[in-house]
């Protein structure tokens, strides 16, 4: 069996609630869905997280999948995964974003071949029921609040919101939501400190405001400083007792292994499409695992990528100090449980969310089915597909 054919398809899938963090918000999912043929009629697809503010266009994305697909994926034996990944990382170093959707669609392809889900060819079921934790974006402390009190009626265990760049607002949301939910819900803020934004945050601003949440039970805060501010982190961390999560201070693994070896952060924030999908969060997990930390998986895309993190979430054993964040398909959707998404590129959410919990995934492969008429209602319209075939 060799792969033989790549489809590289370009889709827009407007927000149903604006994903809007302290530096700005997305509107619409520029996305891109991933498939790999072989020349016995099987396929494997992928898809993650847009292209959106990061310095990278979808188009050049595109281009740079067209030509590594060209010369690494086809001819190749699928079953080799871990040899194609690796040559992947030697032809386009760092690059994450553009790697899950390969990842994510070798381990598709790979589990339809075996007839096994994937969870299985990551160790077998861990965990068969997780609580979630609801991210609540920017937006006017009521209406912050409100969000965080709905989906904790719907079933999620626990809250991390946006708290912005303004020392004063970000108290009073925080105490507004707090004052909502009240005293038994964790609650943990995001400082997205992004340099040249009004959200940077500089160590001593940072540490000033979390003592000042902690008055009303902080759980953790997250990314203080910005990026490259390692020294920042570890200044905070010495002069508090709240745990600080590294997120785009640990975009990789290096990143992470970094962060790890300055004792600079307490917890990381995983999210799988920027690390480099399944195969790169496994060694990022397991590196946060063997420091003895702890780690919030996160996804952010369509329910190809809801798929592939549900799959690896269930095939972790992990503390339940720090809670999953798996359900932000619904920022793209609407709703509070999978039931409700009726109109995905998939046929069918693989990986029910009901009551806040995730539960395991149905398989072979990531056990998703493109939904075609739907993936046409998405293509954009003003980027072509591009195909590469032997």
């Known amino acids: 069996m060799k792969i033989n054919r790549v489809e590289i398809i370009p889709i827009d899938i407007p927000y149903k609630t604006p994903f809007r963090v302290s530096y700005?918000?997305?509107?619409?999912?520029?996305?891109?869905?991933?498939?790999?043929?072989?020349?016995?009629?099987?396929?494997?697809?992928?898809?993650?997280?847009?292209?959106?503010?990061?310095?990278?266009?979808?188009?050049?994305?595109?281009?740079?999948?067209?030509?590594?697909?060209s010369g690494l994926l086809?001819?190749?034996?699928?079953?080799?995964?871990?040899?194609?990944?690796?040559?992947?990382?030697?032809?386009?170093p760092g690059s994450w974003r553009i790697k899950a959707h390969f990842d994510y669609?070798?381990?598709?392809l790979l589990g339809k071949i075996l007839n096994v889900p994937v969870y299985q060819l990551l160790g077998g079921l861990s965990r068969e029921k997780i609580p979630l934790e609801w991210i609540v974006m920017m937006d006017d402390p009521e209406v912050q609040a409100k969000m965080a009190v709905e989906y904790l009626d719907a079933g999620f265990h626990s809250i991390k919101m946006h708290v912005g760049g303004d020392p004063k607002l970000a108290v009073k949301r925080f105490r507004t939501v707090r004052e909502a939910v009240g005293p038994d819900i964790a609650i943990s803020i995001d400082m997205a400190s992004v340099s040249g934004t009004p959200s940077h945050w500089n160590a001593h601003d940072a540490l000033r405001?979390?003592?000042?949440?902690?008055?009303?039970?902080?759980?953790?805060a997250e990314q203080p400083v910005t990026t490259h501010d390692i020294n920042g982190?570890?200044?905070?961390?010495?002069?508090?007792?709240?745990?600080?999560?590294?997120?785009?201070?640990?975009?990789?693994?290096?990143?992470?292994?970094?962060?790890?070896?300055?004792?600079?952060?307490?917890?990381?924030?995983?999210l799988m499409g920027r690390i480099g999908g399944i195969r790169k969060t496994l060694q990022f997990t397991n590196l946060v695992d063997t420091a003895n930390l702890d780690y919030a998986l996160c996804v952010l895309g369509n329910g190809i990528e809801h798929a592939a993190g549900a799959h690896f979430a269930v095939s972790r054993a992990k503390r339940g100090?720090?809670?999953?964040?798996?359900?932000?398909?619904?920022?793209?959707?609407?709703?509070?449980?999978?039931k409700e998404i009726t109109a995905d590129v998939t046929k069918e959410i693989n990986g029910r969310i009901e009551k806040g919990y995730l539960y395991p995934p149905k398989g072979p492969g990531l056990g998703i089915e493109l939904n075609q008429e739907i993936v046409n209602r998405y293509r954009a319209p003003d980027v072509d597909t591009i195909v590469v075939e032997q």
Not at 31 to 56: M, N, P, Y
Not at 237 to 243: A, E, F, G, N, Y
């Open 24 to 69: 700005g918000g997305i509107t619409s999912g520029n996305q891109i869905i991933f498939r790999i043929l072989t020349d016995e009629g099987i396929d494997g697809v992928g898809s993650s997280i847009g292209f959106a503010k990061i310095g990278l266009t979808r188009e050049s994305a595109m281009a740079q999948m067209k030509s590594i697909a």
């Open 74 to 92: 086809l001819g190749q034996d699928p079953l080799n995964i871990e040899a194609i990944l690796s040559r992947l990382d030697v032809v386009l």
């Open 105 to 108: 669609a070798l381990y598709d």
């Open 209 to 220: 405001l979390i003592e000042e949440l902690d008055n009303y039970d902080l759980h953790y």
């Open 233 to 270: 982190f570890r200044a905070i961390k010495s002069r508090t007792t709240v745990p600080l999560a590294a997120d785009a201070s640990a975009d990789s693994v290096g990143d992470a292994y970094n962060v790890i070896k300055q004792e600079a952060a307490d917890i990381f924030h995983a």
């Open 321 to 338: 100090r720090i809670l999953d964040e798996l359900g932000l398909i619904f920022y793209l959707y609407g709703g509070t449980g999978t």
